[in-house]
């Protein structure tokens, strides 16, 4: 399984029911699966072939003001990166 597949799966476990769960990834947030296809819906953007919806950093406050206005419930996470020894 890959390092952001856990690491989302272990944030979205952790949201009440019914929580939708942005996730910081770099430069951008990122909501996946059912999260993106009711964020995608509000905010009117287009989900990616792999259910995902990018919202660009710049842009966050703003859409998260347009899902919570709509009446949804938004949890925000940082991605962790692994830690490499050497």
Do not use: Q
């Amino acid at each position: 399984m890959s390092n952001w597949r856990m690491n989302w799966e272990r944030a979205k476990a952790e949201c009440p029911p019914g929580t939708l769960l942005m996730m910081r990834e770099g430069g951008h947030y990122v909501l996946r699966g059912e999260d993106a296809e009711e964020a995608s819906m509000v905010l009117g953007t287009c989900l990616t072939e792999s259910r995902e919806v990018f919202v660009p950093e710049g842009t966050a406050d703003d859409a998260l003001l347009k899902l919570i206005r709509a009446g949804k419930k938004v949890a925000l996470a940082d991605e962790v990166p692994r830690r490499k020894w050497v």
